[in-house]
């Protein structure tokens, strides 16, 4: 099992996550990810990392549909 560092780089803190709702920090894993994500595409497109690249775009989509599915909960409840 991958790291949150790996998916997230390594600026991001995880220990953040215990301070923040779920949506703060869906929010901060899907910005960190992508900002992961650029640094990525930035080297050499021979000697890219193209299978992390991958998992991290995926995980970026699976955390923004969980985002969704909270904001869809909310808006249900009110």
Known sequence: MKTI???CGNE???RCGQELTASSWLNRKIL???QLLQELTQVD???RD???IKRVSNAIEDWKHQL????GIETEIE
């Open 5 to 7: 560092e790996y998916y």
């Open 12 to 14: 991001f803190d995880a």
């Open 32 to 34: 960190h990810g992508r």
């Open 45 to 47: 497109y021979e000697i």
């Open 50 to 52: 193209w299978i992390r």
């Open 68 to 71: 969704d599915e909270i904001f």
